[in-house]
């Protein structure tokens, strides 16, 4: 969205929504897991085990937890901590 308001000429403006649009397409093929009564089960037992990451980090987690799904994340460092949590960083 920052790049569709600073895009000032036609052709970076046409190029920025395609981007958008491009975007929207690929993240429409992976499925939404919900924060439900399980990953709140797991966000607590992460918690209670006092798991040193920020309090989104951790909702994160406990939602791939409670999926049993790998959670690809560039922050490698932080969810490492999490016991049990698969991970996959796509970046390098």
């Known amino acids: ?3 569709l308001s600073r895009s000032i000429s036609g052709a970076a403006r046409i190029r920025a929504y395609q981007h958008l649009i491009d975007t929207v397409q690929l993240l429409a093929r992976f ?3 919900p924060f439900d009564q399980n990953a709140e089960s797991q966000y607590q037992r992460l918690r209670a ?3 040193r990451i920020g309090t989104q980090d ?3 987690a406990a ?3 409670a999926n ?3 959670l690809i994340t560039r922050n ?3 969810f490492a901590r999490v016991p049990g949590l698969m ?3 796509w970046s390098v």
């Open 1 to 3: 969205m920052a790049a």
């Open 31 to 33: 499925p939404i897991v």
């Open 49 to 51: 085990l006092r798991v």
């Open 58 to 60: 951790l909702k994160i």
């Open 63 to 65: 939602v791939a937890l």
């Open 68 to 70: 049993q799904v790998t």
């Open 76 to 78: 490698r460092a932080d």
């Open 87 to 89: 991970i996959d960083d």
